[in-house]
């Protein structure tokens, strides 16, 4: 076996050969002029390797030019402050990594981790969220890695690329426009439409682990989003006005299940893409309570038949309590409602359904809180005379859902969260409800940004 201190004194004695080639090399122009005699160097070998262990080294005394010589080759400024010091060939990265050595100005960058453990009652247990926990065991909901940088002074970008156990999607890839007056944004590339209010957000910025079933079944486990273009204007009001308005994809079974969904359909017209508006106004009822109401309408082609439609409508309430001094101000309440009403055409038939959720969530303490969940989904029926006919899409959606989840989540920081959920769901047509408990932990490492009132 090799000796390792011999090992180590080898190392040290390559490395200070190294470092007098460099200093050699780099004094080479003044030793063109005469330089006053100094004291012998010290050896570069350690104690042991041909030196005294013993011996005391003389300090070496150098010449100004030999000084400089040496100032140059190790990067150090002249005293004199004649000159720069030369930039490093490989600038070190520090705590950052790679990261913190890009070239690019303002690159915010940070990586979410969710996954939970789930145990459920029944082997079908009718999730309909992409990232929910679909089986009993461990599921990884998802690795988001988010950039966003300002491109320009007229442009910012903005991406969220979702990793799993078996592949890898762009979520969202968009570009948005900056400094355009009179309260207008423009914003390109593929994005979460601003439908309703948790449709546009990610699942690290929900209350509970798993998605609403009427969001997973209107639009898909991803919710709605496409490739495409938006147009926002806040209107100059009294109080908060914004209207919205989008032009993207009707493709996607997981993102425009109501419209033409897998079908690879081409666009011959205006009335192919799926168009979506929406108004978003908010009140400051007090110092203590704010209230957001939005009001969301989309359109779009589906798969049913040649020319038929389906329209999507939707409303939602959002209300906050958090008292902003006192003892109680780490406190808040907040109430959040959404439904949605869905029309759709299928061959000579005119299809009705809707449904949605309300949640309310108490945080107790800066870092407790706890929430309850009601859902209500309705089976679909005909236009003419309300009967309960058979769904193409859910074809043993044919009684009403109902499903009520309540949980208590931790946070030690800002930048972990823990989740205890449980929930009972009791679809219609099932003759026993579906029990379930989650376990869910999230990680968020980096510069994330604050996520929407």
Same mark, same amino acid.
């Given at each position: 076996?090799?000796?390792?201190?011999?090992? /180590?004194?080898?190392?040290? +004695?390559?490395?200070?050969?190294?470092?007098c080639?460099?200093a050699?090399?780099? &004094?080479?122009?003044?030793?063109?002029?005469?330089?006053?005699?100094? *004291?012998?160097?010290?050896?570069?070998?350690?104690?042991?390797?041909?030196?005294?262990?013993?011996a005391? =080294?003389?300090? #070496?005394?150098?010449?100004?030019?030999?000084?400089?010589?040496?100032?140059?080759?190790?990067?150090?400024?002249?005293?004199?402050?004649?000159?720069?010091?030369?930039?490093?060939?490989?600038?070190?990265?520090?705590?950052?990594? +790679?990261?913190?050595? +890009?070239? $690019? @100005?303002?690159? =915010? $960058?940070?990586?979410?981790?969710?996954?939970?453990?789930?145990?459920?009652s029944?082997?079908?247990?009718?999730?309909?969220?992409?990232?929910?926990?679909?089986? %009993?065991?461990?599921?990884?909901?998802?690795?988001?890695l988010?950039?966003?940088?300002?491109?320009?002074?007229?442009?910012?970008?903005?991406g %969220? $690329?979702?990793?799993?156990?078996?592949?890898? &999607? $762009?979520?969202?890839?968009?570009?948005?426009?900056?400094?355009? #007056?009179? !309260?207008?944004?423009?914003?390109?590339?593929?994005?979460l439409?601003?439908?309703?209010?948790? %449709?546009?957000?990610?699942p690290?910025?929900?209350?509970?682990?798993?998605?609403?079933?009427?969001?997973?079944?209107v639009?898909?486990?991803?919710?709605?989003?496409?490739?495409?273009?938006?147009? /926002?204007?806040?209107?100059p009001?009294p109080? *908060?006005?914004?209207?919205?308005? *989008?032009?993207?994809?009707?493709?996607?079974?997981?993102?425009?299940?109501?419209?033409?969904?897998?079908?690879?359909?081409?666009?011959?017209?205006?009335?192919?893409?799926?168009?979506?508006?929406?108004?978003?106004?908010?009140?400051?009822? @007090?110092?203590?309570?704010?209230?957001l109401?939005?009001?969301?309408?989309?359109?779009? #082609?589906?798969?049913?038949?040649?020319?038929?439609?389906?329209?999507?409508?939707?409303?939602?309430?959002?209300?906050?309590?958090?008292?902003?001094?006192?003892?109680?101000?780490?406190?808040s309440?907040?109430?959040?409602?959404?439904?949605?009403?869905?029309?759709?055409?299928?061959?000579?038939?005119?299809?009705?359904?809707?449904?949605?959720?309300?949640?309310?969530?108490?945080?107790?303490?800066?870092?407790?809180?706890?929430?309850?969940?009601? &859902?209500?989904?309705?089976?679909?029926?005909?236009?003419?005379?309300?009967?309960v006919?058979?769904?193409?899409?859910?074809?043993?959606?044919?009684?009403?859902?109902q499903?009520?989840?309540?949980?208590?989540?931790?946070w030690?920081?800002?930048?972990?969260?823990?989740?205890?959920?449980?929930?009972?769901?009791?679809?219609?047509w099932?003759?026993?409800?579906?029990?379930?408990?989650?376990?869910? !932990?999230?990680?968020v490492?980096?510069?994330?940004? *604050?996520?929407?009132?």
């Open positions: 076996m090799a000796n390792p201190r011999g090992r /180590s004194l080898r190392l040290g +004695l390559i490395l200070s050969q190294l470092v080639a460099v050699w090399a780099q &004094e080479a122009p003044a030793r063109e002029k005469p330089a006053a005699p100094t *004291s012998p160097p010290t050896s570069p070998l350690p104690p042991g390797e041909g030196q005294s262990e013993g005391a =080294d003389p300090a #070496p005394s150098l010449s100004e030019e030999d000084q400089k010589a040496l100032n140059e080759a190790f990067g150090k400024a002249p005293e004199d402050g004649s000159a720069e010091p030369p930039a490093p060939a490989n600038p070190p990265q520090g705590p950052g990594g +790679l990261l913190s050595s +890009l070239p $690019i @100005s303002g690159l =915010d $960058i940070s990586f979410v981790l969710d996954a939970a453990g789930a145990v459920f029944d082997k079908q247990p009718l999730q309909t969220g992409g990232h929910d926990p679909q089986k %009993n065991g461990f599921t990884l909901q998802q690795l988001e988010s950039l966003g940088a300002a491109v320009d002074p007229f442009l910012r970008f903005d %969220n $690329i979702v990793f799993s156990q078996f592949g890898v &999607e $762009i979520e969202e890839a968009y570009a948005t426009s900056l400094g355009i #007056p009179g !309260g207008l944004q423009l914003r390109g590339g593929q994005f439409t601003r439908f309703g209010r948790l %449709n546009n957000t990610h690290h910025a929900w209350d509970f682990v798993d998605q609403p079933f009427m969001v997973g079944r639009f898909g486990g991803e919710g709605n989003r496409g490739l495409g273009l938006e147009a /926002s204007w806040l209107l009001l109080w *908060s006005v914004e209207l919205v308005g *989008s032009a993207t994809d009707a493709t996607g079974e997981a993102t425009a299940r109501s419209f033409f969904g897998p079908d690879p359909a081409r666009v011959v017209g205006p009335l192919d893409v799926q168009l979506t508006g929406a108004v978003k106004q908010f009140f400051e009822l @007090s110092d203590d309570v704010a209230l109401w939005g009001l969301s309408a989309a359109t779009g #082609p589906n798969a049913s038949g040649f020319g038929t439609r389906s329209d999507v409508y939707g409303t939602d309430l959002f209300l906050k309590w958090r008292p902003l001094s006192g003892a109680g101000q780490e406190q309440l907040t109430l959040q409602v959404e439904g949605l009403y869905r029309r759709r055409q299928i061959a000579q038939d005119l299809l009705l359904d809707g449904g949605g959720y309300a949640q309310a969530v108490w945080r107790f303490t800066r870092q407790w809180a706890t929430g309850v969940r009601y &859902e209500l989904g309705t089976p679909a029926v005909r236009l003419e005379g309300g009967a006919v058979l769904d193409p899409l859910d074809p043993e959606w044919t009684k009403a859902r499903r009520v989840s309540a949980n208590l989540t931790f030690p920081t800002e930048f972990s969260r823990f989740r205890l959920q449980g929930a009972v769901d009791a679809p219609g099932r003759p026993n409800p579906i029990y379930s408990v989650f376990l869910a !932990g999230e990680i490492v980096g510069a994330h940004g *604050s996520h929407p009132f």
